[in-house]
């Protein structure tokens, strides 16, 4: 499974998800790949746009606590017969970078990589995130709609993910993005959309995970944010628009199911 800060990654979805999977299945680091070539430092232009690229760093009372640099790290999970990546989406040499994660798949005996992922948009943060499915292999489409997994319609600036789909069956494997639409009014982290994901691919990967301690986390995240937009009385109207038309579109889509 992987994920990826960066393009992908709102609410911290994509990397918050997988790295709640390596902590609740106490997954193993079993390699990383070396960051060095993958990323630019330092971009020409405004100081605005070059603090898009430099690393963060943590200076207190003249001591440098903390540089974050990039990594790309993988854990395995024996039992599970699982493999979790988090990094972040590479800057340069895509394709050097994809043969070197297909390698470590095929090294390890992996057939089928998952891709989760998000994109901010029209639901409401008191609904579950739409879930959208694209696949390497689109005869796998109609297996995995049995989880409500709608299939993805794009057409627009690509990313790191995407062009892995196109190479995956080139280099003998499967591969599937799942990706969650999750609300574009807000920022930060979004614990209601992790929790929600988390236990979707709990259920499609058969994992037998103890959520209560997210769950808790989410409700409390929720009621937090619906207390600070019940205070702008605009937004608030917006987010019951949004809560309309989502519940008016579930109603539609249990109709054509039934």
């Not at 798949?105 to 739409?130: D, K, M, N, Y």
């Not at 892995?164 to 003998?172: C, E, K, P, V, Y």
Request: glycine share 6%; charged share 20%; with cysteine.
């Amino acid at each position: 499974m992987l994920a990826f800060a960066g393009w992908m990654d709102g609410g911290d979805v994509s990397t918050g998800t997988v790295r709640r999977l390596v902590h609740l299945l106490d997954a193993q680091i079993i390699a990383e790949i070396d960051p060095e070539p993958f990323y630019i430092y330092n971009f020409p232009g405004s100081m605005e746009m070059a603090a898009l690229f430099r690393p963060h760093v943590d200076i207190e009372d003249g001591f440098v606590k903390q540089i974050d640099m990039p990594t790309n790290t993988f854990y395995a999970h024996d039992a599970a017969n699982l493999v979790l990546f988090i990094g972040q989406e590479p800057n340069l040499l895509w394709r050097t970078f994809g043969q070197l994660l297909f390698d470590v798949a095929r090294q390890v005996g992996v057939s089928r990589i998952l891709f989760v992922g998000s994109f901010g948009g029209a639901v409401p943060h008191t609904r579950e995130p739409r879930l959208f499915v694209a696949c390497s292999d689109a005869t796998r489409l109609p297996e995995l709609a049995r989880y409500r997994l709608r299939p993805t319609r794009y057409s627009g600036p690509g990313s790191f993910t995407t062009y892995l789909l196109t190479q995956a069956q080139s280099a003998g494997l499967e591969m599937t993005a799942l990706v969650a639409e999750i609300p574009g009014y807000l920022q930060g982290t979004n614990p209601l959309s992790i929790e929600a994901v988390t236990r979707r691919l709990a259920k499609i990967l058969r994992l037998p995970l103890d959520l209560a301690a997210l769950r808790t986390a989410s409700t409390a995240w929720e009621l937090e944010i619906s207390g600070l937009i019940e205070q702008n009385e605009e937004l608030a109207e917006t987010v019951r628009r949004l809560e309309e038309a989502y519940d008016n579109e579930l109603l539609e889509l249990d109709a054509d199911e039934a």
